[in-house]
């Protein structure tokens, strides 16, 4: 259930409180710099189309409980992160009863500084149900297949370690290897197919002066797909990029690459080989303001069909009671398509809660080397009606659009959150609320859900 609202969005602020009973402290200190937490999150729903069938089969009862586990270790010069857990399952649909532990995680980090280096590694594997990926807090951006409704589970694992020296020399260097994949079973959609997506950046950084940094970069990626193709794709790129200072306030940023694509299908009972060699870059020019800042900035992206230009804009401002980001712009295809594009980010405290609100629109190419425009919304209310109660309500929405040659997959979904939450005792709290969500596809019969969720919490520390 909780996989709906994991990313940290304006929305999702207003729903956590109707997602479950949060037990969030089970916390000792064990130790000079060493945390240890565990959480114990409940939650019991009545939702007539759990699934988001185009047809609903029938009434879902579902109680959950999320067990998460964490260990945290500080010093001056490392940090160490591990988070586990899972949720046991009892749920009465329309088709089968379910009872078991399922949607396993692992979250680890480690970070290490030393005088003129920096070293940090990361690792998460995630299982989700299909119908519990929308969004899920695994990914930093969401894909198409995130919006997609089915049968099955899919399993995610990234891995990322970097490591930097030369911090405080005159010269000094990166590098960057990550490695992600995700792997179904159980599913019938051919949207969703295994796939494994490997990727190294090295550079190479030399300070000329106080106000100016040259750097050269080379980068490398492999691409493999289980999709109806069965396509593989490799890149590379090597450039140089410079950062200078124009004065305190002022400063520019840039970057030129050359690219080569590689990307092999199978079309009919052929291996079809494609190769693109192309330029990419930005430039981005920034100047700070007495509250926030303003930039512009241009771009240039490629992929084994295409190249894209973006043009855009940013303020970011900060005033008493509220944060606001905006972002605006352009964005051309070679192959004709504009698009507009832009970001919004903000946060306002009001005399009786707090507002939020989230929209991030842009125009890329997915996995598939497809162009599509990728739009997410977000808004949240957080209402105190007395020192013990409250109501919220947030909603979110998740697009994807074709502006290419009209092979991508074009879906949305929504989600609306309605709760009201109130503090029985010190250490009780009561929550009641309504979820509405629906799958939207083109020539397809909208899918919708209604569920009821009504929670009692308790919240407790133990410190030996």
């Given amino acids: 259930m909780t996989g709906g609202w994991g990313r940290k969005s304006a929305a999702g602020i207003a729903s956590a409180a109707v997602i479950g009973l949060m037990v969030p402290g089970v916390q000792a200190q064990v130790g000079s710099g060493v945390n240890v937490t565990a959480d114990l999150e409940?939650?019991?729903?009545?939702?007539?189309?759990?699934?988001?069938?185009?047809?609903?089969?029938?009434?879902?009862?579902?109680?959950?409980t999320r067990l998460t586990f964490g260990i945290e270790s500080e010093t001056p010069r490392a940090r160490v992160q591990l988070r586990t857990g899972g949720v046991l399952r009892f749920e009465n649909a329309p088709d089968d009863d379910v009872s078991e532990f399922d949607d396993p995680f692992v979250i680890f980090s480690y970070g290490l500084d030393r005088p003129d280096s920096r070293l940090n590694a990361s690792?998460?594997?995630?299982?989700?149900?299909?119908t519990d990926t929308f969004l899920t807090d695994l990914d930093a951006d969401f894909l198409e297949d995130d919006l997609v409704t089915d049968t099955g589970v899919v399993d995610s694992t990234s891995a990322r370690l970097n490591y930097r020296f030369g911090i405080d020399s005159p010269i000094g260097g990166s590098f960057t290897i990550q490695r992600s994949e995700r792997d179904y079973t159980g599913t019938t959609n051919p949207d969703l197919f295994d796939r494994t997506s490997d990727s190294a950046r090295v550079e190479g950084i030399f300070r000329i002066n106080p106000v100016a940094t040259a750097r050269i970069i080379g980068t490398w990626g492999e691409y493999t797909a289980d999709d109806i193709e069965l396509t593989t794709r490799d890149s590379s790129s090597v450039g140089a990029g410079l950062s200078y200072e124009f004065s305190p306030a002022m400063r520019f940023d840039g970057e030129i690459r050359s690219n080569e694509i590689e990307t092999v299908e199978t079309i009919g009972f052929a291996r079809i080989t494609r190769n693109n060699t192309a330029t990419s870059g930005f430039g981005r020019l920034t100047?700070?303001?007495?509250?926030?800042?303003?930039?512009?900035?241009?771009?240039?992206?490629?992929?084994?069909?295409?190249s894209r230009t973006t043009v855009r804009a940013d303020r970011t401002m900060e005033t008493p009671g509220a944060l606001f980001n905006i972002g605006v712009g352009v964005s051309e295809s070679d192959t004709g398509d504009t698009s507009v594009i832009g970001s919004l980010?903000?946060?306002?405290?009001?005399?009786?809660?707090?507002?939020?609100?989230g929209l991030d629109q842009s125009a890329v190419a997915n996995l598939e080397d497809e162009e599509v425009l990728r739009t997410q919304f977000s808004i949240a209310y957080l209402h105190e009606l007395t020192p013990s109660s409250g109501l919220d309500v947030g909603f979110e929405l998740a697009r994807t659009d074709d502006i290419g040659l009209?092979?991508?997959?074009?879906?949305?979904?929504?989600e609306f959150t309605l709760n009201y939450r109130r503090e029985l005792t010190e250490d009780w709290d009561w929550t009641i609320g309504y979820r509405g969500r629906q799958s939207r596809q083109p020539g397809v019969d909208?899918?919708?859900?209604?569920?009821?969720?009504t929670t009692i919490s308790r919240s407790f520390s133990l410190r030996p």
């Fill in 42 to 64: 409940s939650s019991f729903s009545i939702d007539d189309n759990k699934n988001l069938n185009r047809v609903s089969p029938g009434t879902t009862t579902n109680f959950e």
């Fill in 123 to 130: 690792l998460r594997y995630r299982t989700n149900r299909i």
């Fill in 287 to 306: 100047r700070d303001l007495p509250n926030g800042t303003i930039s512009g900035s241009i771009a240039t992206e490629v992929n084994s069909l295409t």
């Fill in 345 to 357: 980010d903000y946060v306002r405290e009001l005399s009786t809660g707090i507002l939020t609100a």
């Fill in 406 to 414: 009209g092979d991508a997959n074009e879906q949305t979904r929504t």
């Fill in 446 to 453: 909208t899918a919708t859900s209604n569920a009821i969720l």
